[in-house]
């Protein structure tokens, strides 16, 4: 059942990191979105910062930084024609895998086969992955995690869509909801309403569906499929401080 995006979003308190892939509803764009969020305040201190085919995040007060390794990565890169988006440091293994043609048509897959789920015992928060094809708008996204949170148990699930329906996406969050313990994500990607065909408009529709206290900042990129051009937009909740 396909569910409206930014119902749901406004109705989850905390569904956590989320990627949103699908076609515009004049079929003529794929559209992504990536978010993040934060409880503590840590993970609140963060911003994306743009650099040449995505994007990283940099702490927004460096002062402030704690432990850097989950929170500073690249969440998107531009590898060719493919735009490859995470929520961790997997989009550098992702991008090494299919720059190198290890595995060729299975880079994506093969990468996250040497990958897991985060170190942030006991949560052992998934780690969310998806790839655009920039020309022909199919995408895959993946999910790892562990069994119920067992550490000593990886589960690796890879979902194909290579044909799209106009007006609509999938989305995959890193948590079900807020809770103690919080919940990861269960079952396929969400089926949701795409309704959005300006890059803009689209970002400013999900930023206001997040959750004011938890959201921290979103990216969205819209691409043009005849040409393989993008335009991306960045908000930020958090103003960066001169370090």
Partial sequence: ???NLYTYLAGNEYPGRGICIGRSPDGTKA????????????SRNRVFDAIPGGIRTVAADPAKLEDP??????????LNDTTIVTNGDQTDTIYRYMRDNLFPGY????ALATRTFEDDAPIFTPRISGVVDMRRGGYKLSILKS??????????QTFDYPQPVAGEGQLITTYQKNGSPIPSFAGEPLRVTLDQNDADEFAGKLWEALNE??????FV????????DYEDVILNKYNTVEG
């Fill in 1 to 3: 059942m396909k569910k």
């Fill in 31 to 42: 559209m992504i979105a990536y978010w993040i969020m934060g409880r503590s305040a840590n």
């Fill in 69 to 78: 390794h989950l929170i500073i990565y690249n969440p998107v890169l531009t």
């Fill in 107 to 110: 880079g994506f897959e093969a």
């Fill in 147 to 156: 069994c119920d949170g067992n550490p000593a148990s990886v589960q690796r």
């Fill in 213 to 218: 206290d938890n959201k921290v900042s979103l």
């Fill in 221 to 228: 990129r819209a691409i043009t499929l005849e040409t393989g």
